[in-house]
């Protein structure tokens, strides 16, 4: 699967901004899906994830209950709502897609970035003070 990543861009602190991520092919609805985030200078890291079945979602401790991770099969795309972001938000995110089918116990594995094999090139998020 291919994954096209977009909605980024400037927005200032407390503001919103809503990323897409689009797949390329049919399976899309199967598949394990996360947004990944990779500020300047620091390693990526996690973000959020949604389960195939969109049951299990997990968030990171620093955009909990301010970010939304959301999928529409119809329309083969997981998108994150961003809500009251922050500069410490800024920073290129990836959308991930994880082979099809898969299903994990403990469900923890869907915060591993070593569980996704499908990346997106990435979108720029600039959060400004």
């Known amino acids: 699967v291919q994954l096209q990543a977009s909605g980024g861009g400037l927005v200032q602190a407390g503001g919103s901004l809503r990323l897409s991520c689009a797949g390329s092919d049919a399976t899309f609805s199967n598949r394990n899906m996360a947004w990944f985030r990779r500020a300047p200078g620091k390693e990526r890291t996690f973000v959020a994830s949604i389960s195939r079945g969109g049951q299990t979602i997990y968030y990171a401790d620093s955009v909990k209950g301010r970010f939304t991770i959301s999928k529409d099969d119809a329309k083969n795309t997981v998108y994150l709502q961003m809500n009251s972001a922050q500069p410490e938000d800024t920073a290129v995110y990836y959308c991930?897609?994880?082979?099809?089918?898969?299903?994990?116990?403990?469900?923890?594995?869907?915060?591993?970035?070593?569980?996704?094999?499908?990346w997106g090139q990435g979108t720029l998020v600039t959060v400004s003070s």
């Open positions: 991930a897609a994880d082979r099809p089918g898969r299903t994990y116990a403990p469900p923890i594995r869907l915060r591993f970035t070593s569980t996704y094999q499908y």
